[in-house]
Nanobody
Protein backbone atom coordinates (compact mmCIF):
# COMPACT_ATOMS: atom_id res chain seq x y z
CA UNK A 1 0.00 0.00 0.00
CA UNK A 2 1.16 3.54 -0.76
CA UNK A 3 0.60 6.36 1.71
CA UNK A 4 0.52 10.03 0.81
CA UNK A 5 0.55 12.52 3.67
CA UNK A 6 -0.40 16.14 3.21
CA UNK A 7 -1.70 19.16 5.07
CA UNK A 8 1.46 20.44 6.68
CA UNK A 9 2.48 24.06 6.65
CA UNK A 10 3.33 27.09 8.71
CA UNK A 11 1.02 27.93 11.59
CA UNK A 12 1.21 30.33 14.50
CA UNK A 13 1.35 29.09 18.09
CA UNK A 14 -2.11 28.19 19.29
CA UNK A 15 -3.26 27.44 15.77
CA UNK A 16 -4.64 24.29 14.18
CA UNK A 17 -3.92 22.06 11.24
CA UNK A 18 -5.40 18.88 9.87
CA UNK A 19 -3.11 16.35 8.28
CA UNK A 20 -4.42 13.80 5.81
CA UNK A 21 -2.99 10.46 4.76
CA UNK A 22 -4.45 8.90 1.62
CA UNK A 23 -3.86 5.19 1.11
CA UNK A 24 -3.82 3.48 -2.26
CA UNK A 25 -2.99 0.07 -3.61
CA UNK A 26 -4.41 -1.88 -0.72
CA UNK A 27 -7.49 -2.53 1.38
CA UNK A 28 -7.58 0.51 3.64
CA UNK A 29 -10.05 -1.03 6.05
CA UNK A 30 -7.54 -3.77 6.86
CA UNK A 31 -4.94 -1.38 8.22
CA UNK A 32 -4.37 0.18 11.58
CA UNK A 33 -3.03 3.69 11.02
CA UNK A 34 -0.40 5.57 12.94
CA UNK A 35 1.11 9.03 13.01
CA UNK A 36 4.69 9.77 13.97
CA UNK A 37 6.89 12.82 13.88
CA UNK A 38 10.56 13.64 13.79
CA UNK A 39 11.73 17.02 14.99
CA UNK A 40 15.12 18.41 13.94
CA UNK A 41 17.87 16.69 15.88
CA UNK A 42 15.47 14.35 17.65
CA UNK A 43 14.39 10.75 17.32
CA UNK A 44 11.13 9.73 15.76
CA UNK A 45 8.23 10.05 18.18
CA UNK A 46 4.90 8.29 18.29
CA UNK A 47 2.04 10.76 17.96
CA UNK A 48 -1.22 8.87 17.52
CA UNK A 49 -2.82 5.71 16.22
CA UNK A 50 -6.29 4.59 15.20
CA UNK A 51 -7.47 1.03 14.70
CA UNK A 52 -8.75 -0.35 11.43
CA UNK A 53 -12.34 0.19 12.58
CA UNK A 54 -11.73 3.63 14.01
CA UNK A 55 -13.04 2.35 17.31
CA UNK A 56 -9.90 2.89 19.33
CA UNK A 57 -7.24 5.57 19.39
CA UNK A 58 -3.97 6.12 21.24
CA UNK A 59 -1.90 9.24 21.73
CA UNK A 60 1.57 10.18 22.79
CA UNK A 61 1.73 12.00 26.11
CA UNK A 62 2.88 15.24 24.51
CA UNK A 63 -0.20 15.53 22.30
CA UNK A 64 -2.99 14.11 24.46
CA UNK A 65 -5.95 16.43 24.61
CA UNK A 66 -4.74 18.46 21.63
CA UNK A 67 -4.56 16.02 18.72
CA UNK A 68 -7.26 13.73 17.38
CA UNK A 69 -6.72 10.77 15.06
CA UNK A 70 -9.54 9.53 12.86
CA UNK A 71 -10.19 7.80 9.57
CA UNK A 72 -12.68 7.75 6.73
CA UNK A 73 -12.74 4.31 5.17
CA UNK A 74 -14.85 5.45 2.22
CA UNK A 75 -12.11 7.92 1.30
CA UNK A 76 -9.21 5.61 2.25
CA UNK A 77 -7.92 8.47 4.33
CA UNK A 78 -6.61 8.88 7.85
CA UNK A 79 -6.59 12.25 9.56
CA UNK A 80 -4.71 13.94 12.35
CA UNK A 81 -6.47 17.01 13.67
CA UNK A 82 -4.00 19.15 15.57
CA UNK A 83 -5.05 22.00 17.83
CA UNK A 84 -3.22 24.17 20.31
CA UNK A 85 -0.05 23.84 18.29
CA UNK A 86 3.19 24.93 19.93
CA UNK A 87 6.71 25.47 18.59
CA UNK A 88 7.73 22.12 20.05
CA UNK A 89 5.25 20.45 17.68
CA UNK A 90 7.42 21.53 14.74
CA UNK A 91 8.45 18.36 12.93
CA UNK A 92 8.02 16.25 9.85
CA UNK A 93 4.90 14.19 10.37
CA UNK A 94 4.60 10.71 8.91
CA UNK A 95 1.66 8.40 8.55
CA UNK A 96 2.09 4.65 8.69
CA UNK A 97 0.00 1.52 8.31
CA UNK A 98 0.09 -1.95 9.79
CA UNK A 99 -2.13 -4.99 9.67
CA UNK A 100 -1.56 -6.23 13.20
CA UNK A 101 -2.77 -3.89 15.92
CA UNK A 102 -0.82 -5.73 18.61
CA UNK A 103 2.61 -5.16 17.08
CA UNK A 104 4.50 -1.89 17.45
CA UNK A 105 5.99 -2.31 13.98
CA UNK A 106 4.42 -0.60 10.99
CA UNK A 107 4.54 -2.14 7.54
CA UNK A 108 4.15 0.93 5.35
CA UNK A 109 5.22 4.55 5.65
CA UNK A 110 4.29 7.75 3.88
CA UNK A 111 6.79 10.38 2.80
CA UNK A 112 6.09 12.92 5.53
CA UNK A 113 4.68 16.42 5.65
CA UNK A 114 6.38 19.33 7.40
CA UNK A 115 4.59 21.21 10.17
CA UNK A 116 6.20 24.43 11.36
CA UNK A 117 4.81 26.27 14.35
CA UNK A 118 6.22 29.75 14.60
CA UNK A 119 5.16 33.34 15.05
Amino acid sequence: VQLQASGGGLVQPGGSLRLSCVASGGTFSAYNMGWFRRAPGKEREFVAAVTWSGGMTWYGDSVKGRFTASRDTAKSTAYLQMTGLQPEDTAVYYCAAKTEASTPLYDYWGQGTLVTVSS
